[in-house]
């Protein structure tokens, strides 16, 4: 179990996995996990943490700090995914040798490294620990099949009230999320790489959130006054984010209860 | 083939950095065979599963079903391992379907337990081969947000192509697949009429003639430039080619 104060004995990695499988781990997997962690870093706003195509001898862990998966094409900036704390950014580079995207700082972030031989020697002794790090990659395979149901299906106002929904549930599994919503560094340009749209297209979006009341987002912050409707307006369901156990509570409030959906990946049709 | 069942498992790729007592170690981890009829769900969203499916001839749809309607976010060719995923994520997000025959072969999980912890080369080689699914999902995002419809067709085709071409099912002229036109439209994110509409524009254009799911083009390269194909996301060729010190 994930507890208030794991983060207290962790620093480094105490997020890793938190909400999903960190259950599994045992204390000695905690305390080699922590100890892989050889050196940690702040980087600035607009770092490319790894380019396509760049070799690497360590990969990545989110300490503190938010990242988006971006690819280029000739005229514009595409971003396919985000990473929040706790996320072993590009722990696939070990297996991959270099990755077909670039990661980049949105805001200053807090990074630790853990360098691929001690991954090699986690593979080579700890097989449960190392099928933890191939779960966690697979995460990424998981969310980006989301995205492309969902860019396939929603118009710009429900795709960035999916976005929200996405980032509010990842934040609060690993207990840094609001009662009422979240605080992000992301600009409304990143928004818009996130849907394909431009920047005017997303400004009218987030204009029509606000209007009709389902998110405001202004200043750094995304405050929900109901949720529901929110995660309805965006059909989201959070089955894809493997969610199999309690986050870690929140600090600033009692948690929410989520009863059965976040502990269930069944989709509404396969739930007969 | 000296691996009739495994022959095309990472072809192209990892494979060739893998040597003969490793690939006949793999050869060896399918338990047994299976064929089944087009739409067939082999694996579904939500169901543990305790064993994993290599295709060895056919095509595969991953999809997403909603109570509005399916997509299909993501197809494979002879040689990928279908689920392995689910051995780490114990249950799937999605649901695989058969897309016409299929021929696969089957690995239990208990089996590829014994692979993390006997062989951690080829633990991270599979591991790799998971990874190449997430590629080829940032690629569809990309295509997703950047392409119209004709040009996102044109870009499943030459996927397709090129990773049968890399599997060693190199496609001279014509492509045959058993995809109807919905299910070009449920991989495109757009309604049938509108996916038999860009259809239409590909042969007005003289891209690709697509018939019942087949494509015929005198030119793979024209095609390929039309829709913006780049290879190397599929890590076989081009600039992300893995490179001989991958061990």
Redesign the interface.
Known sequence: MSSPNEFERFPLSGRFLAGRARSEMSEAERVRMEALVTRTEVLEHGHRVIA??QRSDHSTMLIEGFML?T?E?EN?R?A??FHVPGDFVDL?C????????NIDCVGPARVGYVPHEAI?EV??DD?KL???F??S??L???L??????K???LTAPRRIAHIFAEIWRRLEMVGMARPDGFETPLRQIDIADM??ATAIHVNRAVAELRKSGIADFRRGRVVVSDRDRLEEYG?FNP??L?AGEPAIPDSHSPRREHGDRSL???????ES | MTFPLTGAFLAGRLRDHLDHDDLAYIEDLIDSVEEHGDGVRLA???VPTEKSQLLIEGFVF?T????K?R?I??IHVPGDFIDL?G???K?????LVSAGAVKLGLVPHERL?TV??ER?DI??AM??A??L???I??????T???LDAPRRIAHLYAELHERLDLVGRQVPRALRTPFTQLDLADM??VSAIHANRAVGKLRELGIGEIRRGDLYTDDWDALKQYA?FDP??L?GRG??K??DD?R
């Open positions: 396509r195509g998966r690819l094409s514009r595409h396919v995914s696939h070990f297996a991959l040798q270099r990755l077909d995207h090699v593979m080579r097989p190392a099928r933890l191939w779960f990659t697979l990424d395979a998981a980006h099949r989301e995205w492309i149901m860019l396939e299906q849907c394909g059909d089955g894809y493997y269930s990946f069944k989709r509404k049709t396969s | 579904e969203s939500g991953r997403i079903e909603t109570d309607r997509f976010v993501g995923h051995f780490a994520l249950e799937l997000d999605h649901t337990e993390m912890s951690p633990a991270r591991w790799f998971t990874l699914d997430a590629a999902h940032r690629k569809w995002i990309q997703l947000e950047q495109c994110g913006r190397s996301y890590y600039a992300l893995l490179q991958w």
